[in-house]
């Protein structure tokens, strides 16, 4: 069952962080639960051009700041951009509450699991060979720094009659080790041939080295 656990799950509060952060009670948490899945649903289809990777949303007294990080600013505040307004006013009106979005860069998109395997769902829409397509995108993130990374694509790969798994990792990937931050996502790619399935780990390596640098001291 170990294999079954989400990586970002074992690791909040350890390397890694709650993105809705909120306090309720009783009668008020499953509407703030159902709100939140609303809110994620209408930007990650708004803002799919932009690749949005994390959403975190924060519930003040009066309203509610979400804060989204996607990959594509230009997308955004580009010429014809979307226009953050309307966004801000769609929302409100779909949760009955005001809502104030910040749009935030991720400054390094190949180090992003979500980024990264939307970009190789992409390539398997578009009929690229998978194997070229996982590679590409392990060599991206490798350079951009990460210690490890690992890649599952699943289903009718390349048309085939009979689905199947294939993965490709290089460097370390350490799923028990709950110091190190390991980015995890999933996405479907929605090809001519059926639904397959992306799946990426990165390790990013960062919170090892604070570790066990205050050991030392």
Known sequence: MGQKSKPKVLRINISDDWESRW??????????????????????KELDRALPSR???????????????IGRPGVVFGKNGIDVKLLNEDLSKLISKKVIIDIIEVKNTDLDALILAKLVAVQ??????????????LQRAL??????????CSGRLGGV???????????????????????????????????????????????????VSSKKN
């Open 23 to 44: 306090t309720a009670n009783s009668k008020t948490y499953s509407n703030f639960i159902v709100e939140d899945h609303k809110i994620r649903c209408f930007l990650r």
């Open 55 to 69: 959403i975190k949303i924060f519930r003040k007294t009066n309203y509610v700041n979400v804060q989204v990080y």
């Open 124 to 137: 398997l829409e578009k009929r690229i060979p998978f194997r070229r397509a996982m590679k590409q995108a």
């Open 143 to 152: 350079k951009a720094g990460a210690l490890g990374v690992r890649i599952a």
């Open 161 to 211: 009659e009979i689905a199947r798994k294939e993965d490709s990792m290089e460097g370390s990937i350490p799923l028990h080790t709950l110091g190190i931050p390991i980015d995890y996502a999933n996405v479907v790619a929605y090809t001519i041939y059926g639904k397959c399935g992306v799946k990426v780990w990165i390790n990013k390596g960062q919170e090892v080295k604070q570790h």
